[in-house]
């Protein structure tokens, strides 16, 4: 690997984990909501947060763009007050990638939530723990093989996404230029093929490790959780 | 009162109505599956909300609609489930320790050694619920209750899911925790010989009502409950000779020391009458009696209630030989036990 192919890899893993360290939370708060809460309009909540899943994801970095680029309305905001730029850097790059792994992540904690035996938490409160101490101590240590689940699904998401990242922060070698969007831009130089390739049995190598780190810890929050 | 329940309102299906009071340091929920015992500890636990009425125990209101409605955490009751209901998460001690941890220190008034030894749980501290058998999650469900420091303490068929063994493995230890702790403890099953063994009073449930309120002692379910004691053991024939206050019964060989007192099931078709005292009969018990009511059906047979010196005892005989014997409220008959119908298994230590 040269030093140019590694510092593509690193800015990857870089979007990537604050992709997902990013919707964690967001991810989580959802999740809680939509498996345990009657609201009205959460069907729509729901439909928006998969949107990303079925628009064209040209649509979805455009409508980033619109919103937290330089001109757009959180974009200028943030810039402003905060000191937070999304357009045209890594950070955007992360937000990319983290919309779009954002339905990944909800579905699978969502789905973790909705199987917590109810009366365990029953249970503890009849002993003393009050609705903050529940969710800390029972709800949320049962959850945690779905919410591990969906923060590698949103990582191994994010290690993949292309449209709205470049779209929404174009493809910048050293600032956004992320593995896919390296190889793109190697598949459209002439001589380019034989980069283009290398970077994409990296590619392969990175999914693939982080699949099965994936399963492994799953497979291991399982076992402590469950009788 | 220790506990006084009076609720109205639904659970599922099921339409509750339930009014009882009682001072007893076990109260029996009795009735068949599904009459709404559970739903009444869930309403005194505060997981399940009444449309109506009023939830006191030990002089704290728990409920009064529309008023006042104490979450769960806030009623201080230890709550034993049928299915255990540990924590899969954390290891026997971190079950055990965890409503404690949420009582105030100056409220934690059970010691964590000694109900670990009470409930004989020493062994099994680093365990997993998923690696304990059923008794053994029974046992720690409810020493995770006892360490709550409740003022109530609610066991919902805590037997149901046992083989016989682990039963008398278990009610020993509910037996001893009646005895040692001084918690009140309300108890439901749809088992005689529990109730028998361990309440003093029992509410006997029904398709969400309450039927009868009343001492465990007299009636109950086709038989009687008379409390004894130990008068002494005839090891030659294996017999064991009890004294209540209406004379001496024989029993087949109890298992209890001179002195104990032991409750004794007499199931009515186990007694027979008899007009003038009988000679030359098998059976040892034979006890002066006055007739106090006649409970006749249309069927062949009708339970006829005793008074034997103060202690109530039901006989079941024939419609036709009541109507030949002349049997009457007020008349002077023998009672006649076998005494083999006094076996372990009716028996409960008191």
Known sequence: MSAAELDIVLLSLKVAFWAMLGSLPVALALAFCLARREFPGKALVDGVINLPLVLPPVVTGYLLLLTFGHNGAIGAFLDRHLGITFAFRWTGAALAAAVMGLPLAVRAMRQAIEVIDRRLEEAAATLGASPPWIFLTVSLPLAVPGILNGLLLAFARSLGEFGATITFVSSIPGETQTLPLAIYNFTQVPGGDAAALRLCVLSIALSLGSLVLSEWLARAARRRVHA | MTLEVTIAGRAGDLKLDVRFASDAAVTALFGPSGAGKSSVLNAIAGLLTPE??????????????????????????????????????????ANLLYGRFFRPRAERSRDFDAVVQLLDLGHLLSRRPRNLSGGEKQRVAIGRALLASPRLLLLDEPLASLDAPRKSEILYYIERLRDETGVPIVYVSHSVEEVVRLADTVVRMEAGRVIEVGPVFGRLEGG?????????????????????????????????????????????????????????????????ATVRSVDGGVGASVDVRLDVSGAEVLARVTRKSVWELGIEPGKHVFALIKSVAIDRLSVGYA
Do not use: C, K
């Open chain 2, 52 to 93: 109506r009425g009023r939830i006191v125990a030990e002089s704290s209101v728990f409920f009064d609609a529309p008023r006042v409605n104490l979450p769960p955490r806030a009623r201080r009751v230890g709550y034993a489930f049928q299915e255990g209901r540990l924590l899969p998460h954390f290891d026997v001690r």
């Open chain 2, 224 to 288: 009687a409950v008379v409390e004894t004691r130990v008068a002494g053991h005839d090891l030659a024939w294996g017999l064991t000779r009890l004294d209540f206050a209406g004379g001496e019964l024989y029993a087949a060989d109890v298992d209890a020391l001179v002195g104990e007192r032991v409750r004794v099931r007499i199931r009515a078709q186990d007694v027979s009458l008899a007009l003038s005292r009988p000679a030359g009969v098998s059976m040892l018990n034979i006890l002066a």
